[in-house]
């Protein structure tokens, strides 16, 4: 396994481009599985992910071009088998979104139970529920959800007991080529569900509501392939901001979007970072200071999204004060925390809280990544951390930043990969 190791202590200071979303991209492509024909996608990132949604894809028979330039072309119209397997389910959750497509496309769906993973139990009920008031039967046998629609899936009111993004996306894909109008309440609105969202309309779905928290999807017959461009990774755009405002240094991140980030640039601004905007591009600068300790508590979006909560609890273990940080969305994503204690952060967790007590300085420690926002948050840690920080199993860390080291090396850090197969013993 690929080892991480960096030196801390450097202000980090250039300009990057931040890829395409990676939760948007997985939906997107799987919702390929529609269409009547194929389609383009752009701007999906380079991520082990991807690697493992293009493989599910083409077991079942689809046909994929990938291209450098011009994208991932997917052509559905080749598809022999419906099936996802555990042994690529189990590796990436989001695999669970091919159950709606297929289900609304061919009446049928074989598809691994995801299984616990390393931030909370994650069930999806709430996926299976709204697909039986479409009128799916579902047994769920041997680990699998097998699943068949019959004469096809019937339009319904489905109110999610909980806001989920890929429960909504799975059902929001299913309902388009229902029988009838389909109304999701409390509907996840997520930058990403948009995405998929304008990316259905786009092939011919009827879909409204976008971006709010009822959609409206009026089933059509079919749809057809089309040309699309993922939206920027907000979550990777938060990261490297939060990588400049701990090393009180400077960034301009490009190809990205301000829109999609209000609350964690509001609390960047609360932590002493000067912003500014523009189009696509955002730029962050600390004027040398030392952050604020900043109190954090996620929810869905437009709130405080928990896939950045990790990268800020990195910041309040060396800012200035003392904060709280608390996770409503998943019930064990403090993993990071004690690995960040051998790096002598003065974090204590109380419940779903953590309490941060900024130190003046962190130091360099062999650590291990327990998933991927928590690799994150200590190689965040590990770029202020006096000395060097070895960085273990960071396989979860190359699901969801493409480039990473070549991207913290372009501003300055001094980060380098270990391939498992190049280490010696004494690495
Ligand atoms: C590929 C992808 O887009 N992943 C994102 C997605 O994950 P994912 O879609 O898996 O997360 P959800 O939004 O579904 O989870 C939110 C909460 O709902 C619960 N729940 C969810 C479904 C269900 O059927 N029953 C249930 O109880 C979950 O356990 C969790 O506590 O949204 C999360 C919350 O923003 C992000 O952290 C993930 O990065
Ligand atoms: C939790 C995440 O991803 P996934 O839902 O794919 O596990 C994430 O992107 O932080």
Same mark, same amino acid.
């Given at each position: 396994?690929?080892?991480?190791?960096? #030196?801390?202590?450097?202000? $980090?200071?250039?300009?990057?481009?931040? #890829?395409?979303?990676?939760?948007?991209?997985?939906?997107?492509?799987?919702?390929?599985? /529609?269409?009547?024909?194929?389609?383009?996608?752009?701007?999906?990132?380079? /991520?082990?992910?991807?690697?493992?949604?293009?493989?599910?894809?083409?077991?079942?028979? &689809?046909?994929?071009?990938?291209?450098?330039?011009?994208?991932?072309?997917?052509?559905?119209?080749?598809?022999?088998?419906?099936?996802?397997?555990?042994?690529?389910?189990?590796?990436?959750?989001?695999?669970?979104?091919?159950?709606?497509?297929?289900?609304?496309?061919?009446?049928?769906?074989?598809?691994? /139970?995801?299984?616990?993973?390393?931030?909370?139990?994650?069930?999806?009920? $709430?996926?299976?529920?709204?697909?039986?008031?479409?009128?799916?039967?579902?047994?769920?046998?041997?680990?699998?959800?097998?699943?068949? #629609?019959?004469?096809?899936?019937?339009?319904?009111? *489905?109110?999610?007991?909980?806001?989920?993004?890929?429960?909504?996306?799975?059902?929001?894909?299913?309902?388009?080529?229902?029988?009838?109008?389909?109304?999701?309440?409390?509907?996840?609105?997520?930058?990403?569900?948009?995405?998929?969202?304008?990316?259905?309309?786009?092939?011919?779905?009827?879909?409204?509501? *976008?971006?709010?928290?009822?959609?409206?999807?009026?089933?059509?017959?079919?749809?057809?392939?089309?040309?699309?461009?993922?939206?920027?990774?907000?979550?990777?755009?938060?990261?490297? /901001? &939060?990588?400049?405002?701990?090393?009180?240094?400077?960034?301009?991140?490009?190809?990205?979007?301000?829109?999609? $980030?209000?609350?964690?640039?509001?609390?960047?601004?609360?932590?002493?970072?000067?912003?500014?905007?523009?189009?696509?591009?955002?730029?962050?600068?600390?004027?040398?200071?030392?952050?604020?300790?900043?109190?954090?508590?996620?929810?869905?979006?437009?709130?405080?999204?928990?896939?950045? @909560?990790? @990268?800020?609890?990195?910041?309040?273990?060396?800012?200035?004060? @003392?904060?709280?940080?608390?996770?409503? &969305?998943?019930?064990?994503?403090?993993?990071?925390?004690?690995?960040?204690?051998?790096?002598?952060?003065?974090? @204590?967790?109380?419940?779903?809280?953590?309490?941060?007590?900024?130190?003046?300085? $962190?130091?360099?420690?062999?650590?291990?990544?327990?998933?991927?926002?928590?690799?994150?948050?200590?190689?965040?840690?590990?770029?202020?951390?006096?000395?060097?920080? &070895?960085?273990?199993?960071?396989?979860?860390?190359?699901?969801?930043?493409?480039?990473?080291?070549?991207?913290?090396?372009?501003?300055?850090?001094?980060?380098?990969?270990?391939?498992? #197969?190049?280490?010696?013993?004494?690495?």
């Amino acid at each position: 396994m690929d080892k991480l190791i960096i #030196s801390g202590g450097v202000a $980090l200071d250039g300009e990057i481009r931040i #890829s395409g979303a990676k939760n948007a991209a997985l939906p997107i492509l799987m919702g390929a599985l /529609l269409a009547d024909s194929a389609v383009r996608i752009g701007n999906v990132p380079h /991520l082990h992910d991807i690697t493992t949604t293009l493989e599910l894809l083409g077991r079942m028979g &689809v046909t994929l071009t990938v291209d450098e330039r011009s994208g991932v072309v997917i052509d559905p119209t080749t598809l022999t088998d419906t099936e996802a397997a555990y042994d690529l389910v189990k590796t990436m959750r989001a695999s669970i979104l091919v159950l709606g497509p297929l289900l609304a496309k061919y009446g049928k769906a074989d598809v691994s /139970l995801p299984g616990g993973c390393a931030i909370g139990s994650r069930p999806v009920d $709430l996926h299976l529920r709204g697909l039986q008031q479409m009128g799916a039967d579902i047994r769920v046998e041997n680990g699998y959800i097998r699943a068949t #629609s019959g004469k096809g899936l019937k339009g319904a009111h *489905i109110f999610m007991d909980q806001v989920t993004v890929t429960g909504t996306e799975n059902l929001m894909m299913a309902a388009t080529l229902a029988q009838g109008t389909t109304t999701i309440e409390n509907a996840a609105r997520e930058p990403e569900v948009v995405d998929l969202a304008n990316y259905l309309n786009q092939m011919g779905a009827k879909i409204s509501g *976008i971006g709010t928290a009822t959609l409206v999807i009026e089933g059509v017959k079919s749809l057809s392939g089309t040309k699309y461009q993922i939206l920027p990774d907000r979550i990777e755009t938060g990261t490297y /901001l &939060v990588a400049a405002a701990l090393t009180r240094g400077r960034v301009k991140l490009k190809d990205t979007d301000a829109n999609q $980030l209000e609350s964690v640039l509001l609390k960047l601004e609360e932590a002493g970072a000067s912003i500014s905007v523009g189009d696509d591009w955002i730029s962050l600068d600390m004027h040398g200071n030392r952050p604020k300790a900043v109190n954090i508590r996620t929810a869905p979006y437009p709130a405080f999204p928990t896939d950045m @909560q990790a @990268q800020f609890t990195a910041l309040n273990s060396i800012a200035e004060g @003392q904060a709280t940080i608390v996770e409503t &969305v998943f019930e064990n994503r403090f993993m990071h925390v004690q690995e960040m204690q051998r790096m002598g952060a003065n974090l @204590q967790i109380e419940g779903n809280t953590v309490v941060c007590k900024g130190r003046d300085y $962190l130091t360099g420690a062999p650590v291990m990544a327990t998933d991927l926002r928590a690799s994150a948050c200590l190689v965040l840690a590990a770029l202020v951390a006096e000395g060097e920080t &070895v960085v273990e199993r960071i396989y979860h860390i190359d699901r969801g930043y493409e480039c990473i080291e070549e991207k913290l090396q372009q501003l300055g850090a001094k980060i380098r990969r270990i391939p498992s #197969s190049a280490r010696s013993d004494n690495v």
